[in-house]
T-cell receptor, first 114, second 115 residues
Framework: EAGVAQSPRYKIIEKRQSVAFWCNPISGHATLYWYQQILGQGPKLLIQFQNNGVVDDSQLPKDRFSAERLKGVDSTLKIQPAKLEDSAVYLC????????????FGPGTRLTVT | AQSVTQLDSHVSVSEGTPVLLRCNYSSSYSPSLFWYVQHPNKGLQLLLKYTSAATLVKGINGFEAEFKKSETSFHLTKPSAHMSDAAEYFCVVSAYSGGYQKVTFGIGTKLQVIP
């Protein structure tokens, strides 16, 4: 079974530029998560999709971050405009919809904002 | 409300000695509990999980954890530390609430193994 795919793996941009990350979850997984992990901290949930609907985006900075999950499969996370404090690893994870199922994580995208 | 508290941000042990990483949780619903490991510059990997079956859960690489409802704890243990265990460990609580699985991460415990 293929794992969670993310691209790009690394991205360096200047502040005020825009950037987009892509995630392809494990086939059949209804739930998809985007996390932000700042160096030395634990993952912080940004947004959670169930199929193609948003179930939790309470910690998403909506003035600059947006995300979508078209057709309940792939997802993109966008930052526009980026700030220095957005430098982090962006993790995508997926899980099946059944209660108690673990999350499977992608390798992450390391974003550096200069 | 749902929360996870990892009681130690850093733990240091000598190689060959036992490991104990502590985790307490709070959940209004019957939770599932997980431990994930993250090696430097690597992705998150599931170590073990508890989902209302046996309270003593065995995971990969010799780790195990015991779910204690009365103490709201899910501590991670290993009898003998290996150098390759040096990593960051995250305790995670998950509960079905409001029609979806709500997941909460702890802040992580960094395990150092001294040769």
């Amino acid at each position: 079974e293929a794992g969670v795919a993310q691209s790009p793996r690394y991205k360096i941009i200047e502040k005020r530029q825009s950037v987009a990350f892509w995630c392809n979850p494990i086939s059949g997984h209804a739930t998809l998560y985007w996390y932000q992990q700042i160096l030395g901290q634990g993952p912080k949930l940004l947004i959670q999709f169930q199929n193609n609907g948003v179930v939790d985006d309470s910690q998403l900075p909506k003035d600059r971050f947006s995300a979508e999950r078209l057709k309940g499969v792939d997802s993109t996370l966008k930052i526009q405009p980026a700030k220095l404090e957005d430098s982090a690893v962006y993790l995508c994870a997926s899980s099946s919809d059944r209660e108690g199922r673990e999350q499977y994580f992608g390798p992450g995208t390391r974003l550096t904002v200069t | 409300a749902q929360s996870v508290t990892q009681l130690d941000s850093h733990v240091s042990v000598s190689e060959g000695t036992p490991v104990l990483l502590r985790c307490n949780y709070s959940s209004s619903y019957s939770p599932s509990l997980f431990w994930y490991v993250q090696h430097p510059n690597k992705g998150l990997q599931l170590l073990l999980k508890y989902t209302s079956a046996a309270t003593l859960v065995k995971g990969i690489n010799g780790f195990e954890a015991e779910f204690k409802k009365s103490e709201t704890s899910f501590h991670l243990t290993k009898p003998s530390a290996h150098m390759s265990d040096a990593a960051e460990y995250f305790c995670v609580v998950s509960a079905y609430s409001g029609g979806y699985q709500k997941v909460t991460f702890g802040i992580g415990t960094k395990l150092q193994v001294i040769p």
